[in-house]
């Protein structure tokens, strides 16, 4: 495993983000009707996947890089939902939320 550089961890930020908003453009696609939104939610995801690849080729561990991606993409992805599409977020779902994020960490660890 090559050591976490902040190159990396900008990566994997913009990773995240652009994953992210192909999860907030999904809804506007419609079911694939929107072609726009269809096409630009698509790219967003192959450029996100693309990053973590090239995140890989410069010797992060994927037993590392999956779980911590997981959980960023997890928290915006729900973060999305409530707040740009109003969906309720209960205490119980924002607590099972943060508890299976903090079992994937100690998992990792292991």
């Not at 590392?64 to 959980?71: A, D, F």
């Not at 779902?93 to 508890?99: A, E, Q």
Request: glycine share 10%.
């Amino acid at each position: 495993m090559t050591a976490v550089t902040p190159t990396i961890i900008a990566m994997l930020m913009v990773s995240a983000a652009i994953q992210i908003f192909g999860f907030y453009l999904m809804p506007i696609t419609q079911g694939f009707t929107q072609p726009v939104a269809t096409v630009a939610m698509a790219v967003s995801f192959i450029l996100g996947l693309g990053l973590m690849a090239r995140i890989l080729h410069a010797g992060v561990d994927l037993t590392l890089l999956v779980p911590i991606m997981s959980i960023c993409i997890q928290l915006g992805a729900i973060a999305i939902a409530v707040f740009a599409y109003g969906e309720i977020a209960s205490m119980a779902k924002i607590g099972t939320l943060v508890l299976a994020c903090g079992l994937i960490g100690l998992s990792n660890m292991l």
